[in-house]
């Protein structure tokens, strides 16, 4: 996996992944370059990444507000 930002859902202090589409994928990479330098906290890491798509079908959680 290349190194780019990702985007997480915390739900009862638990981290789950987002899906998003393609053109989402990259408007969420374009709005990271806003906040150059991103700074990253390399000593405090939260997981392994792991390519959901590859495998079986996931559940997923729709969240509407």
């Known amino acids: ?10 739900k ?18 374009f709005s990271a370059q806003l906040f150059q330098p ?3 906290v390399f000593d405090k890491p939260q997981g392994q990444a792991i390519n959901l798509l ?3 079908q996931n559940e997923t959680l729709r969240i509407n507000k």
């Open 54 to 56: 590859e495998g079986k």
């Open 12 to 29: 009862d202090g638990v981290l789950y992944p987002v899906a998003l589409t393609n053109e989402q994928n990259e408007m969420l990479q």
């Open 38 to 40: 991103l700074k990253v």
């Open 1 to 10: 996996m290349k190194d780019v930002v990702v985007l997480m859902y915390c």
